[in-house]
């Protein structure tokens, strides 16, 4: 018997358990694909928003300027790359800078520091590469940049170094409520929990409707983006955002917390959760790129992918009690900017939620440090050489566009939580998402899982369930 | 830091030719630096036959072609370390790599010989549109896996790009029991030599699709299908041609990249239209007493080309270490009308002997001029029946031409 | 009397070469550069072969590259893979060594493996 089960590794599932297991809780999290970070929190555009966008008094405002002013902290105990670059909404009209305005004016109100209007050759001086035809820029020096999967990961290691437990490939299909709920997988498996959490994102309306609370409705929206080299990771220093329009807010050009430069996204609604990229999503958001920047070096881009996202119909997150389920936590329509509130949402759900349900009590030998994941590249001559002395692997480059070792892709595949395939261990180790993509690593990566598992490389997968690598051996 | 005469990064054919060519020159003290477990670089996954017709004037597969360098390399006892990358260089040539004995450690070079090779351009530099399961590959990853670990990485198979590596494998998957229902290329004429259209499809009756490209790939875990469309002269897909071909794998075929990472680093300039370094006749780049040789200078189409290039460099870098051999008066060498490239960039027209002059055309020409001129002053005037981009072009400037030279040279292809 | 239209692929020239036949007899042979394009064409119109490149098992944890000494019947290929399926080369085994022989041609190593 848990005393509290988290539906859904995502960012705010994550930050969640980890919160969770820094008390004397039995607590686990369940996952329905073969690895956590699978949905939004896959493919977002990492941006720790400032929070101006948010209408005030919202809980998207509350936890979006609580969330910023926490990320830093969390993401050095994570061991997670962030940097904050600031922001800049770029208006290219007089009627947008009345936009700016009213924006910097909200931020203020939300509680955000730092909102500066920028004009002209001041625009130009922090930003030499935005199109000329720009007239003016909303500031957030507050602004920053995360890998959202990074985080995610790292939160459930560290929550799972810190006792708690992972379910994946366990995907709820139904939940008995009795003295406690009982929650059942599509491969039969159960577990019992007194406190059930559900932050299972794009499928949390679903969830919801297994203990019969019916009070939202999820919204998917999908999001194209287009990944460019290293090389032009510097061509921005600042996300750049088009001033939000009544058709939205367009699409942003940023720089990512790994050096990358960051393209997109599109909003398309969308009926089901499928991460299909589209050939008019990804020429939209070409065109949109060349709008803020003329010169975005698109000759650059090395992958395109999608994230789908998932939004309420009460258009502001929804963080509270099921009404007609106690102990039963709805945590959904954790849109933009979900990931910036995630580290407070958590604080939220535990210290204003779980405590009103359960005891709580401070764990003593709580760690709240990980290593991080994505180190060794990064350590002087000497420090790497310590590592190699102790265990050789480190001196072994598997991946030679990142520059990652096989020390590392090992460690990605034997520490929390656990990497069981060629894209966790991508997502972890940044191993085949360089410039390449995979293309000389490939045949070695799938070899050390192979190796580290101890099965074949028949059975190696990109993603789990039917995803493998190869069909069979040519002779 | 210890010191050497001579570091060569990669130990392929660019580097174990250039290795030989400067001992045989008089500089023995040289170091090979090989990221694999063994030498010969890519050669080793290309079992195919076809390399040294040119220089040994028999069909040689890539392993048997590696292995004369590499016995030359170790009847030479020139030093080499497998299982070493470099992870930087710098402008003062000095060489930053890693393996599991050594750990990290630096070497400071005389000279430095890039010959780190090329690597295939990706799926993700397409921006195709469509889900991201398993089963897509680039040609030389499947070739890979198919040649050098024994494994098939699909049954069915669709091939976007027909260059050599696209189109071998074609043949290669299909000997292993694989079905290989299309070949696209998106451009109206194969980029892969003829003898390979003929051997590698025709022979197994393998479709080829000109004008044509993958616009969607579909499948959630592993590709169970894609869509293929027509495209119109701007290489633009058009409405209406699409065509679902089911598979379970698409092999992309789409272009080599010169591997300029650590070239870039060091500040060596880079071409834009090799995507090399800029260098001198004697390969020679930027930077003084670092020379480029083989696919990270220029993607070549024949490894024969790759050798005798590589000896150039070798020599050249043995020349600058022993008899301190400098740049002396540098002219410019550009392509023109109908020029994709040409290299050298630069010649020195100080120095001594003939320079060949590599260069690709932009489309397919037939009954055309290949035109090299000394500003207005024609040099040379070459009939050619037919030019293709698939197919390196060469042209021979004589030394007196080149003692001679007083403004730029310039390569053009004129059609009557 | 017929006419032929090959591509000669003995090198990277691809030369277009027209053969003019009668009755399974080759009558002239045109289009060619070098003399190795003449006898591709005379063989390519009555029986086309091929080296065969592939892999063969080895007793440790590596694939052998192999060819064949001399081309082999063009329709014979997919029947000389299938038959180096069940071959396990010893190791050591050096360039050149025969692995096997098909159809009387040798199937020979292309790489040392120790």
């Known amino acids: 018997m848990f005393d509290v089960a988290v539906i859904g590794g995502g960012v705010v599932g994550g930050l969640l358990l980890r919160k969770l297991s820094s008390y004397n809780l039995k607590v686990c999290l369940l996952e329905k694909e073969n690895d956590v970070a699978m949905g939004q929190s896959k493919a977002n555009s990492g941006i720790v928003h400032a929070g101006f966008d948010a209408k005030p008094n919202s809980l998207k405002a509350k936890f979006n300027v609580l969330g910023n002013k926490m990320m830093k902290g969390v993401a050095e105990e994570l061991g997670v790359k962030y940097s904050n670059n600031g922001s800049l909404v770029v208006a290219f009209s007089e009627e947008e800078i009345e936009t700016l305005k009213d924006l910097k004016q909200r931020g203020e109100q939300n509680g955000v520091d730092g909102l500066e209007i920028v004009y002209g050759d001041d625009l130009f001086a922090l930003e030499p590469n935005l199109s000329k035809t720009a007239v003016a820029g909303l500031l957030a020096r507050t602004g920053g940049i995360i890998c959202p999967y990074e985080l995610t990961i790292s939160a459930i290691g560290n929550a799972m170094d810190n006792g708690a437990e992972l379910f994946t490939n366990f995907e709820v299909v139904k939940i008995e409520k009795g003295d406690c709920y009982t929650l059942y997988s599509s491969n039969g498996e159960q577990i019992s929990a007194k406190v059930v959490v559900n932050c299972a994102g794009a499928g949390s309306q679903k969830i919801a409707n297994l203990v019969g609370d019916y009070s939202f409705e999820i919204g998917l929206r999908r999001g194209e983006y287009i990944l460019l080299d290293k090389e032009s990771g510097n061509f921005v220093s600042r996300t750049l955002f088009f001033t939000p329009t009544k058709k939205g807010k367009g699409i942003l050009v940023s720089p990512t917390a790994d050096g990358n430069l960051l393209l997109g996204p599109t909003a398309d609604e969308v009926l089901e959760n499928v991460t299909d990229t589209t050939k008019d999503g990804l020429e939209s958001v070409m065109v949109k790129a060349k709008q803020m920047c003329d010169k975005v070096p698109l000759y650059n881009a090395i992958t395109s992918f999608s994230g789908v996202r998932a939004y309420s119909d009460k258009h502001d997150f929804i963080i509270e009690e099921s009404k007609q389920n106690k102990g039963f936590i709805l945590v959904a329509g954790i849109e933009s900017p979900g990931l910036t509130s995630a580290p407070a949402i958590a604080e939220y759900v535990v210290d204003e939620l779980i405590s009103k349900l359960l005891r709580l009590n401070k764990k003593e030998d709580f760690n709240p440090i990980r290593k991080p994941d994505y180190f060794f590249s990064r350590l002087s001559i000497e420090e790497k050489n310590e590592i190699i002395k102790a265990n050789p692997s480190y001196g072994r480059i598997i991946c030679r566009c990142e520059q990652i070792t096989e020390g590392e892709i090992i460690r990605a595949l034997t520490e929390n939580p656990k990497a069981s395939d060629l894209d966790g261990v991508k997502r972890r180790t940044r191993a085949g998402m360089g410039r390449c993509q995979g293309g000389f690593c490939q045949p070695y990566v799938a070899e050390i899982i192979a190796k580290v598992k101890g099965v074949s490389l028949g059975e190696i997968t990109k993603k789990g369930k039917n995803s493998t690598l190869l069909v069979g051996k040519t002779k | 830091m210890r010191n050497c005469d001579i570091v060569i990064i990669g130990g392929g054919p660019a580097g174990l030719a250039a290795a030989v060519s400067a001992y045989d020159n008089g500089c023995k003290d040289i170091l090979i630096l090989e990221r694999d477990d063994i030498l010969g670089g890519i050669l080793n996954q290309c079992i195919h036959n076809g390399f040294g017709l040119t220089r040994f004037k028999e069909s040689m597969t ?336 004589k030394e007196d031409k080149i003692k001679s030279l007083s403004s730029s040279v310039q390569v053009s292809v004129e059609v009557d | 009397m017929e006419k032929v239209n090959l591509t000669c692929i003995e090198c990277p020239l691809g030369c277009d070469i027209i053969v003019e036949t009668d009755g399974g007899k080759v009558l002239s042979v045109l289009g060619n550069t070098c003399p190795r394009g003449d006898k591709y064409a005379r063989e390519e119109v009555v029986c086309p072969k091929r080296v065969l490149t592939t892999t063969v098992k080895t007793d440790v944890d590596k694939m052998l590259p192999v060819k064949s000494k001399e081309p082999i019947e063009k329709g014979r290929l997919f029947d000389a893979v299938k038959t180096l399926s069940g071959i396990t080369a010893k190791t050591p085994v050096k360039i050149g060594e025969k692995v096997a022989v098909f159809d009387g041609v040798e199937i020979i190593a292309c790489m040392d493996v120790e």
């Not at chain 2, 780049?285 to 696919?295: D, I, K, P, Q």
């Not at chain 2, 037939?366 to 000394?374: A, E, H, I, L, M």
């Open chain 2, 62 to 397: 890539g392993p048997e072609y590696a292995q004369r360098f590499i016995t030359e390399v170790k009847n030479r006892n020139i030093p080499v370390k497998l299982n070493t990358t470099v992870l930087s260089l710098t402008n003062d040539k000095i060489v930053t790599a890693i393996n599991d004995v050594d750990g990290v450690f630096q070497v400071k070079a005389k000279a430095v010989i890039l010959a780190m090779g090329c690597r295939e351009r990706s799926k993700g530099a397409l921006n195709i549109a469509g889900a991201r399961p398993a089963g897509i590959y680039s040609a030389g990853t499947a070739q890979k896996f198919v040649n050098c670990k024994g494994w098939l990485p699909g049954k069915n198979v669709v091939i976007l790009g027909s260059g050599d590596i696209g189109l071998i494998m074609a043949r290669r998957m299909t000997l292993e029991g694989a079905k290989v229902h299309a070949v696209c290329e998106i451009m109206p004429h194969s980029s892969g030599l003829k003898r390979n259209i003929v051997q590698c499809l025709n022979d197994f009756d393998i479709p080829l699709y000109l004008s044509h490209t993958i616009t969607r790939i579909d499948g959630k875990d592993r590709v169970i299908g894609v869509e293929i469309s027509q495209v119109d002269q701007n290489r633009r897909a058009i409405k209406g041609t699409e065509k679902y071909i089911k598979c379970d794998t698409v092999l992309f075929s789409v272009g080599l990249i010169p591997e300029n990472e650590l070239s870039k680093g060091a500040g060596v300039e880079l071409s834009l239209g090799t995507k090399g370094a800029v260098v001198y006749q004697n390969r020679e780049t930027s930077l003084s007493g670092v020379f480029a040789c083989g696919n990270v200078l220029q993607v070549h189409d024949l490894v024969d080309f790759v050798s005798e290039e590589s000896e150039l460099a070798g020599k050249s870098a043995s020349d600058y270490v022993l008899n301190g051999e400098k740049i002396k008066n540098s002219i410019d060498c550009q392509a023109k009308d109908g020029v994709s490239y040409v290299l050298p960039q630069k010649i020195d027209t100080l120095k001594s002997g003939d320079v060949t002059l590599y260069f690709r055309v932009k489309g397919v020409y037939k009954n055309c001029k290949v035109v090299v001129k000394d500003g207005e002053n024609t040099l040379l005037s070459i009939k050619k029946r037919i030019v293709a981009p698939g197919e390196m072009e060469r042209v021979i400037l």
